[in-house]
């Protein structure tokens, strides 16, 4: 046999032999295939990687840039909303008042107007008792301490809008809430949204639950000073890692200075 086909033979040998004593047969090697097809893919996290619509992304920034900046006082108590099971009770006694639609008034009056014609008062079918809504409205109500209670959105844009009105519900001693939704108070008077919606007056029935409201009212929101504290500054994750690294060798230094 040639030489050197001898030693292209033993060479093939040795790296079987090699191939042989690394793979284990008990254990077969099974390389994945992600390929379409293939394998199935590891789960995840794909959300960094989604194009969100612009009102998602505008929100997200709104939000990060709330959380980066100092917040005004008069700004912080908008971030500190009733949470869901807090507005039930508030939003169950609103529901009650909605005002009527235009068919109902409608009715109403041609109602008055008929008894009136025959000779009555027309008092059957007097204008019954509903929300107030609309910036100017509630705020003259709210001067004229006629306002029993007044709920305000914290989602009004611009927020310049209805920013002023907590601190003169405190100066006129009216007691008011923030809620999370201007569309949920706009529901209430049968509008897309509503920035604030007050209440003036209620049946009999209802008396004990508006006074009950009140008083969680003033409590939550008008005698509460830790929500018109100055909003504290967070930092984001990079950030707070390069402080604590940074506060970490500060300590270091000092105790090195202890020792010597």
């Known amino acids: 046999m040639p030489k050197g086909k001898s030693s292209k033979l033993k060479a093939v040998a040795k790296t079987s032999k090699a191939g042989a004593a690394s793979t284990n047969p008990l254990m077969p090697s099974k390389p994945k295939n992600l390929r379409v097809g293939g394998d199935v893919q590891p789960v995840r996290d794909v959300g960094r990687f989604v194009k969100w619509p612009r009102y998602i992304r505008v929100q997200r920034q709104k939000k990060v840039l709330l959380n980066r900046l100092k917040v005004p006082a008069t700004l912080n108590e908008f971030r500190f909303p009733l949470d869901r099971a807090e507005a039930v009770p508030f939003f169950k006694l609103l529901a009650k008042y909605a005002p009527e639609t235009k068919e109902a008034k409608a009715e109403r009056i041609e109602k008055q107007a008929a008894d009136k014609a025959s ?106 000073m830790d929500l018109r504290k100055r909003g504290t500054q967070q930092m984001g994750l990079k950030t707070q890692v390069k402080l604590a690294k940074y506060a970490a060798a500060i300590a270091a230094e000092e105790a090195k200075k202890r020792l010597y």
């Open 119 to 224: 000779g009555g008062t027309g008092a059957a079918a007097s204008a019954p008792t509903v929300l107030k809504y609309g910036i100017n409205h509630v705020t003259y109500l709210v001067e004229q301490k006629k306002a029993k209670l007044v709920v305000i959105a914290a989602d009004v844009e611009p927020i310049e809008i209805v920013v002023w009105l907590p601190m003169l519900c405190r100066t006129m001693d009216v007691p008011y809430v923030i809620v999370n939704n201007k569309g949920r108070l706009g529901s209430l008077v049968n509008l897309k949204k509503a920035a604030v919606v007050a209440i003036t007056d209620v049946d009999g029935a209802d008396q004990g639950a508006l006074l009950k409201l009140r008083e969680t009212a003033t409590v939550r929101f008008n005698n509460n």
